[in-house]
């Protein structure tokens, strides 16, 4: 068909522009905005666009979503007389201040790791039974490797036998990353979606699993395969939480920490630099003043900080649409490394083994220094990371970074610091930088790691 002809069959296309108008709650395909002035009526952000041919008439919808989530700091979550757990979620303060009013009970299904129902299960079912919820407490074992559909089908059946308002009653998940990760994709399917809250219990969770979208579960031995970007109503945060946890586990969290250090912020990886041990002892609950001239408390700037920076990146990119994400720093090689070797690395420790080894392609590809990248590693030892593992082979990287190719629109989009908390995205990385950087990294780091990471 020549180009004149073309032209003649796109004339003869007749397209129109419909906006969505309601008027006394029904919905009207118009040409334009004109309302009535009846106070009821009102213009949807969604537009229908017709498009009709000899051949075919072709309806295209345009529908924006909007998603708001809160993303709360509070000390004493579980504090009967705090109920930020209970109505924080609230946007509307017409809604909330009904609620108070009323003498409707609330209710309220709850999933809670089972460690975590070790410790705080008493005080959970206090802080319900002081506010007079009715509530379920549903405790599980949510490990990695327990990490699955099966998983979540189980709280969904739980979740039934409740008979939950989809609206207006959310499921809370309290726990690790992999709990709220589960709790979050059972509540998306529940009535195809149903609010949620996160009460992260971890480090790790508290700064990374906590702020973002994403829920999923593993799914034929790959991590996360199965998912959905449904943001929580809300995210709760107690710092007092990471008390309870294991030295290994506050460790853990600050890998996720660092990553936002060297990737967007200088002073978060110098804080670091200087005390992370100190955060480390006193599992980010001391008041340590950082600065002379005010009262700046360690544990709340490096945690806020990171925050800040996770949200940046994350906000306006939520469903990933742009897949250039600097986020994914320290996440090219380490899903199929943890998974390899589950359950004997901790998320955040695989996540640093894989920033390890890209400091020294980044050193090697001349983005930074020898220098800089000796100070990282220290940072990184000091944190008491492990920084190599005999299971990251060559192998195990190139068939990493294969299948990031095949998933990222034929780009790898590597993630690699520029200097200190500066990074930007690379494509072109060859294979002999790859290979001099493992070598390297392997002669360099080997002798002196722990590969078990069982203490």
Known sequence: MGKAQHQNKDSEEKKTKYSLVRVKGTWTCKQGKTLNNDPTDCVSPAHIYETVSEKAT???VVSPIVFTYKVTETLGLLDPSNDTLLLGHITDQQQLKDIKESNRLIRRFVVVDQEVYKIYGPKLTAYFETNNVIFKLLALPTTEENKSMDMALKILEEVNDFSLDRRTEPIIGIGGGVCLDIVGLAASLYRRRTPYIRVPTTLLSYIDASVGAKTGVNFANCKNKLGAYIPPAAAFLDLSFIQ???RRHISNGLAEMLKMALMKHKSL?????????????????ADLSIYSHNSTNAASLATRTAIVTMLEELAPNLWEDDLNRLVDFGHLISPALEMKVLPS???????????????YVSQESGLITEEEKQRIISCMVGLELPVWHEECTLELIQISLQDRLKHSGGLVRMPLPVGLGQAEIFNNTSYEVLHKAY?????????????????
Do not use: Y
């Not at 990886?269 to 609950?285: A, S």
């Not at 690395?345 to 890209?358: K, P, Q, R, T, Y």
């Not at 070598?439 to 203490?455: A, F, G, I, K």
């Open 244 to 246: 309870s946890l294991p």
């Open 345 to 359: 690395l901790l998320h955040g420790e695989a996540v640093n083994i894989d920033m390890s080894f890209m400091l």
């Open 269 to 285: 990886f110098e804080l670091l630099e200087k005390h992370g041990g100190l955060l480390l002892d006193t599992k980010f609950q």
């Open 58 to 60: 072709t309806w295209t």
């Open 439 to 455: 070598t390297r990294w392997c002669e360099e780091l080997s002798v002196s790691s722990d590969s078990s990471c069982d203490s």
